[in-house]
Each structure stands twice: as C-alpha cells, then as structure tokens.
C-alpha cells in the first residue's frame, strides 16, 4: 500500500532508517520534504504537506532517534 502524507509512523520511521544518526530536530522541514518525498512508496503530492503534518512525522522520526541514541 502507497504512503501519503497522513502515514506519519510509517515515514518517521524510514527516515529514521534512512538518515539514523541525523538528529530530526536539526533538519529544515524544506529539506525534510523532499527526503520525504523521495522516499520509496511513498505518493503523496508535494502539496499536500503543510507544517502540522511536517512536524508529525519529525516527532515520531525524533522518538526513534531519542530511543536508539538516548539524548
């Protein structure tokens, strides 16, 4: 099944798989947005993303990082 931008677990967690040592709090959601979007599967229109949804998915990518680098 395709992601979009409402599967926010699910991408934290492949940038965090991606990108595991970044600290999430540290990344330009301009940045992080095309991260995203070049993700494998992922199908959500560029548009379709604002800030709210950006900072979702950077909690949860920040919940993995904290977990595995405890800071």
Do not use: C
Request: charged fraction near 35%; aromatic fraction near 16%.
């Amino acid at each position: 099944m395709p992601m979009t931008w409402q599967d926010y677990r699910e991408i934290g967690e492949q940038l965090f798989e991606r990108y595991d040592t970044l600290n999430p709090l540290t990344v330009r959601f301009t940045d992080m947005h095309k991260w995203i979007m070049d993700l494998e599967g992922f199908e959500g229109k560029p548009e379709g993303s604002n800030e709210k949804i950006l900072e979702a998915i950077q909690m949860i990518w920040y919940e993995e990082w904290k977990e595995e680098y405890g800071e």
